[in-house]
């Protein structure tokens, strides 16, 4: 308890005190020393805006009816993940609301296909049964994102009415009981949000031994209940980044689409302060903007093919390689 209490206080003054510009040269140092130089792609499909949830952060919560909802067929889907392969991603990201249309048959099927080829599937689609998550991992799924979002149990609570902050946790255990690549994570200055509670969520996010950690900022969006909210600014969600980093050196770190959304150079910072991957969007044409979790959100307007080469000409214009295998986590 005594170390734990010295972890803690260690963690809040790193995300106090430290001056970014240090702070962020330790992280990319520790990522140099133990992911390498290596930042690995995963193509990200955004395959349903539909949501039985209701978040108050989230541009897609099912009470907001000024979003129009889609949901790509079986068939759009794979030839998605088709085009993001043939473009060099070695991992696709299936993401969506918490949409039960694609229940255990429909998605398993869909996984099948995918894993045809050579390519990991990280799953990102909330909460679900174990009987699910074990048959979507049968189907081939490697990897299984999920954010707690905060580890503040009232905070969660207010936040995602109808959720269960306990039911999440027994979540994320099963999906790690079954053997998939853990990604989990949070958001950073959501309201009411302390330090000191940012620095228990990375305690949490260490101490469930994630494999991959999420951060991003807070983005207030206009058409929920806390659209006039201030939101995360991109220096915390840089320094919580950086932190997560020091805490576990060798995990995966996107540096992640809500950062870019506050500064044309996010991303960048971000692979330069801890990060080592990015997931650049392949969702086709306008369903781009339809799966808008917050406003801002970049190249909504732009094509997969786009995104792929501006995105390989940042990593090398900052001296960095673009990954050739999964990219797996790799404990040391
Ligand atoms: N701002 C920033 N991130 C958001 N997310 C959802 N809504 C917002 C918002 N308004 C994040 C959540 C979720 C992930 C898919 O997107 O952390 O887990
Ligand atoms: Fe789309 Fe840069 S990643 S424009």
């Avoid at 541009?59 to 993940?81: C, P």
């Avoid at 053997?179 to 940012?198: A, K, N, R």
Wanted: net charge neutral; charged share 25%; aromatic share 6%.
């Amino acid at each position: 308890m005594e170390q734990r209490n010295q972890e803690l206080d260690k963690i809040i003054e790193l995300l106090s005190t430290t001056p970014s510009e240090e702070l962020f040269a330790l992280a990319d140092r520790v990522r140099h020393d133990h992911v390498g130089d290596e930042v690995h792609l995963r193509g990200l499909i955004e395959f349903s805006n539909i949501c039985r949830n209701n978040c108050l952060y989230c541009g897609i919560r099912r009470d907001n009816n000024q979003v129009k909802r889609y949901r790509l067929t079986e068939e759009e889907i794979i030839e998605t993940a088709r085009r993001a392969i043939d473009m060099g991603f070695k991992t696709i990201v299936m993401q969506s609301g918490e949409d039960l249309y694609f229940d255990r048959k429909r998605l398993s099927h869909i996984i099948k296909k995918i894993k045809k080829d050579d390519v990991a599937i990280t799953l990102s689609i909330g909460e679900r049964s174990g009987g699910d998550y074990k048959a979507f991992r049968d189907a081939g799924a490697d990897r299984f994102l999920m954010r707690i979002e905060t580890t503040d149990k009232d905070l969660y609570h207010r936040l995602n009415p109808n959720m269960s902050w306990q039911r999440r946790y027994e979540c994320l255990m099963m999906i790690k009981e079954l053997g998939y690549e853990l990604g989990s994570g949070i958001m950073v200055g959501l309201p009411g949000q302390s330090i000191e509670s940012i620095a228990q969520d990375l305690l949490f996010l260490k101490k469930i031994g994630i494999d991959m950690a999420g951060i991003g900022p807070f983005i207030p969006h206009p058409a929920t209940p806390l659209a006039h909210e201030s939101g995360g600014t991109l220096d915390l969600a840089l320094r919580t980044m950086a932190v997560m980093r020091l805490l576990m050196p060798d995990i995966n770190i996107p540096a992640t689409t809500a950062m870019e959304s506050l500064h044309p150079q996010g991303r960048i910072k971000a692979l330069q302060a801890g990060a080592n991957v990015v997931m650049p969007n392949m969702t086709e044409g306008e369903y781009r903007q339809l799966y808008e979790l917050y406003p801002g959100k970049i190249c909504v307007g732009d094509t997969p093919t786009h995104c792929r080469s501006c995105i390989a000409l940042k990593i090398q214009s900052i001296g960095r390689t673009i990954g050739t295998g999964h990219g797996s986590h790799k404990r040391l």
